[in-house]
């Protein structure tokens, strides 16, 4: 079966609530109107009761008419205008008088019914209203009043209303169809909107957004966010599409370096230590293409692995000295002094693997920019119940454009500049990510030719 479109199951919806409300209005209409008539009727019989009453007399235990000029009156000779018809009973239920417009009719008598009660029947075949009244000569029964007026007006009244709500209630419910998928369509015109530049998005068209409806409603925050949505999105894309050129040209670099090396080797022969100068040279581009890859799939691998971290207790100072001691070297060699300040022993519960990773490419690098007889000072301490560790060096600095883009894969700021310092540019982007990973606040402080200082600030601070 075809599903209805969006636009007539909102119309539908709203017919259907509309249709049973509709409903409960007309019928407490009808109920309304069918009891005022009724109470209308009820209280122009028990006037006539009350009249009735007061029109006999009782003698020893019987009644009979004081004025009978009261039977001659129209309404009790006619069932033409309004009606009445009388009827008197003895104790014993046989008719003492009636009313002439009953002719050779009698008034229907139910004990069951009960005395002083409204009831309905027919008479002469027209529909009445009825009551019984029993008449008392002190604690004595001495015989019934009974008393009934036409219903014929009354149910021509209520059937009139039923006849015109009967065909008013389709009517007013197809009008109101119409009139709700007419503003129904008007109302998901911008969803239109969306599918429209839904369908327009491909891998190369990113670039297109939905129109903002005028009025700020929940289709508006919609098409916002959906517009947000895009706009990572394209960013994403781009940066991947530049990630991708990136790493092509990366790696493409080493391999040409060792293609080129290896043919030239083999254009003539060459002695022995030509042969093991170039095969070292070759060996270094190809670890040198190993870390590389290395990086590159340290970046896939946590792109977003928070389901597979592994806590455990990471004690700070023990991990800086760790990683300080395996670039011992590096530190020796350009005569870097170093400074730690641990003034305790902190910890933290954090993945230890990922969190060494971290600390050990910000000191590769602070050790790497670091210019000779500078300075690398690491700092530990606890700050409002967090701990901060602040890495600094005394190095080349990064310029203060370049600081938003320094976590950007690939990029190497003034790399140019100082073509002796070797690397991928992708230490500080694999730190970003895993401090992300981590819920780990970082931060990048530099001047150009003075220094660099790095701040993390982690979570959950505890002290041991």
């Known amino acids: 079966m075809q599903q209805l479109s969006f636009k007539n199951r909102i119309a539908s919806n709203y017919i259907i609530t509309t ?65 009445v018809f009388i009827q008197f009973l003895d104790k014993d239920e046989k008719v003492i008088e009636k009313s002439p417009n009953l002719k050779n009719e009698k008034l229907y008598f139910d004990k069951k019914i009960g005395n002083n009660v409204f009831f309905d029947t027919t008479i002469l075949g027209n529909k009445i209203r009825q009551i019984q009244v029993p008449i008392y000569e002190g604690p004595e029964l001495v015989g019934y009043l009974m008393i009934a007026m036409s219903l014929e007006g009354a149910a021509l009244v209520l059937q009139n209303l039923s006849e015109i709500l009967i065909i008013a209630y389709p009517l007013i419910l197809l009008l109101l169809f119409l009139i709700a998928r007419f503003i129904a369509g008007r109302s998901i015109r911008p969803i239109n909107s969306i599918i429209n530049t839904s369908n327009s998005i491909t891998k190369d068209n990113l670039i297109s957004r939905i129109p903002l409806p005028q009025n700020k409603d929940e289709l508006f925050v919609l098409s916002a ?13 781009e940066r991947e599409k530049q990630f ?98 641990f003034s305790n022993d902190f910890y933290f519960e954090t993945d230890g693997y990922l969190f060494s990773i971290i600390i050990n490419n910000l000191i590769s690098n602070a050790v790497k920019y670091s210019k000779e007889n500078g300075n690398l000072t690491i700092i530990v301490k606890e700050i409002s119940s967090k701990i901060e560790c602040h890495i600094s060096d005394s190095g080349i600095g990064i310029p203060k454009e370049d600081l938003e883009r320094v976590f950007n894969p690939f990029y190497r700021s003034k790399s140019n500049q100082h073509p002796e ?16 990973l981590l819920s780990i606040k970082i931060n990048v402080n530099s001047q150009e030719n003075i220094g660099t200082k790095v701040i993390l600030s982690l979570p959950k601070a505890e002290l041991k």
Do not use: M
């Open 244 to 341: 991708t050129s990136d790493a092509s040209h990366e790696l493409r670099t080493p391999l040409t370096v060792i293609k080129g090396t290896l043919e030239v080797l083999i254009r003539k022969p060459r002695n022995a230590a030509e042969y093991e100068d170039k095969i070292n040279f070759c060996v270094s581009e190809v670890n040198r293409l190993n870390y590389l890859v290395d990086q590159l799939l340290l970046l896939a691998r946590f792109e977003n692995q928070k389901q597979s971290l592994k806590s455990e207790k990471v004690y700070l100072s023990a991990l800086f000295l760790d990683i300080i001691a395996r670039y011992s070297a590096s530190i020796k060699l350009k005569n870097i002094t170093v400074v730690t300040d």
């Open 225 to 237: 966010t959906i517009n947000s949505l895009l706009d990572r999105i394209e960013s994403a894309v």
């Open 421 to 436: 310092i070797k690397g991928t540019g992708l230490g500080l982007s694999i730190v970003q990510r895993l401090c992300s």
């Open 19 to 83: 249709a049973l409300l509709i409903f409960v209005v007309f019928f407490v209409i009808f109920s309304i109107v069918k009891l005022s008539v009724y109470n209308h009727l009820n209280s122009d019989i028990s006037k006539e009761v009350e009249n009735h009453l007061n029109e006999i007399e009782i003698k020893n235990y019987t009644f009979s008419l004081i004025h009978i000029e009261e039977w001659e009156e129209r309404e009790h000779n006619t069932v033409d205008v309004n009606p």
